[in-house]
């Protein structure tokens, strides 16, 4: 047994010393190895590393039967080299080239590496918000390029396009190209709102079609409309429609449109308020009140300006967040965008109280600033036919320049004496932003 096992052992060992001697002898031969195509190459030792990851160039030469300068050429683009440790004296593949056999078109950054960067961080960047984002850019000249089309794409238009044209920011203050926060078209009930929203794509290079606002089976009871010809809606045999309520003169007007539970459909001329934002507005840095917004072409009075949409609160919410939000404002560190909306029941006794909280989760009308002088819009509370809610939308009180900027009255400044500094700058301005205890 022992000499059979002996026996293949000297064969072996003298067939290896031959082998090593026919190398050896056929060395001045090498360079006529012909080179191969450098990317067939490359694709043959991604191969070989994915097979063992260290190798030795010896190894490799005879692998490849390649000459020795061009392999080595190759691998110094490609490996790193062992100097000590367990696998001293092989070679391995740099890391950027590692546990890429997934991702193909990755596998070599200058062959594929503009494309797949941009596509990459097309996938990436419009998630994250301005830090991350910053963070990304500087990690490659490819990155810095992609994140700042992404920051171009926010500041160009700040609905993600959600609204059917595009808002844009416009700082000519400082070097903030926009203001962060996730949009939505329209309001939003709390907690389904902020678990669904933590997130949102932004300034991405492909434009997504408008979110359709309508309808909103989330926000009553789809049964209750009215079953008129789409033409009539609107009008005295329309059950929807109220037109003594339309656009009180003085403080807030209510409005009733068609909804979920009507027969007609989105473009029923009843629904003034729910296709959303369709003038051209703007949002504009100031010195002293930070954003505002402007028109970006002349409004017409009465004409529908925007929804104010947010997260729809209970009344238990709305006072937690308002300790909170109160403390970072004074610090300086956020500008609170929560509204809380009381109406007079006609019974005279009783209030309905509706809390929207714009300030993580909104659409522009989070940027309207406060006017103590009534501003230029007149907010109206619109109901829709088997909506629960109604939602606070914003028409002009009359007609509004281009370029001026576009406020309302937040509510009495007098109710309270240590608000945040009111610049809005009417004569009856008492200095101080209204804010009531919720
Ligand atoms: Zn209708
Ligand atoms: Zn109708
Ligand atoms: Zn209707």
């Keep these: 047994m022992g000499v059979r096992t ?8 003298q067939s290896g010393a031959k082998e090593k001697k026919k190398a050896t002898a056929t060395k001045p031969s090498e360079q006529k190895r012909t080179r191969r195509d450098r990317k067939d190459l490359e694709n043959i030792l991604f191969k070989l ?64 590496g503009a494309v797949s960067v941009s596509e990459l961080a097309e996938l990436v960047l419009p998630w994250l918000p301005p830090a991350d984002l910053a963070a990304a850019a500087s990690a490659s000249r490819a990155m810095r390029a992609a994140a700042s089309a992404v920051t171009a ?35 939003l009930i709390h907690p389904a709102a902020s678990a669904s929203a933590h997130a949102q794509p932004w300034g991405c290079a492909q434009a997504r079609p408008p979110c359709p606002t309508w309808p909103r089976p989330d926000l009553g009871l789809p049964s209750a409309g009215c079953a008129c010809a789409e033409a009539d809606c609107g009008g005295a045999g329309c059950p929807c429609a109220d037109a003594e309520a339309e ?14 539970g009507c027969a007609c459909g989105p473009s029923c001329a009843n629904r003034r308020t729910q296709r959303g934002v369709t003038a051209r507005l703007r949002v504009v840095r ?35 967040r308002q300790r909170l939000y109160d403390e970072l404002a ?17 019974s005279g006794r009783s209030c309905m109280r509706v809390n929207i909280d714009a300030t993580k989760v909104g659409n522009v009308a ?18 829709s036919s088997g909506s629960l809610l109604p939602r606070l939308c914003f028409f002009a009180a009359r007609d509004i320049a281009e370029g001026e900027e576009i406020t309302f009255s937040y509510g009495d400044a007098r109710l309270k004496h240590k608000g945040l500094p009111c610049f809005c700058g009417s004569s009856c301005c008492p200095g101080v932003l209204p804010a009531e205890e919720t």
């Design 6 to 13: 002996l026996l293949p052992l000297v064969g072996g060992a």
């Design 49 to 112: 590393f994915e097979r063992q990851p260290n190798w030795s160039l010896k190894h490799l030469m005879q692998e490849t039967d390649q000459p020795e300068q061009f392999l080595k050429e190759i691998m110094n683009d490609l490996c790193v080299y062992n100097k000590r440790g367990p696998n001293q004296g092989t070679h391995e593949l740099k890391p950027e080239y590692k546990n890429t056999s997934h991702l193909d078109g990755m596998r070599d950054p200058r062959a594929a």
């Design 153 to 187: 794409r926010r500041a160009a238009d700040f609905s993600r396009g959600l609204e059917a044209v595009p808002v844009p920011f416009d700082n000519p203050i400082d070097s903030n190209p926009y203001a962060y926060f996730l949009y939505t078209p329209f309001s």
């Design 247 to 260: 656009m009180a003169a003085a403080g807030m007007g209510t409005l009733r449109e068609c909804g979920d």
């Design 286 to 320: 100031q010195l002293k009140k930070g954003w505002g917004l402007h028109a970006a072409e002349v409004l017409r009075r009465a004409q529908f300006v925007c929804e104010y949409a947010g997260e729809f609160l209970t009344t238990e919410e709305t006072r937690r």
């Design 330 to 346: 004074s610090a300086g560190k956020l500008s609170p965008a929560l509204l809380v909306i009381r109406e007079h029941l006609p």
């Design 366 to 383: 989070r940027f309207i600033n406060h006017s103590c002088d009534g501003g230029n819009l007149q907010p109206v509370l619109v109901r």
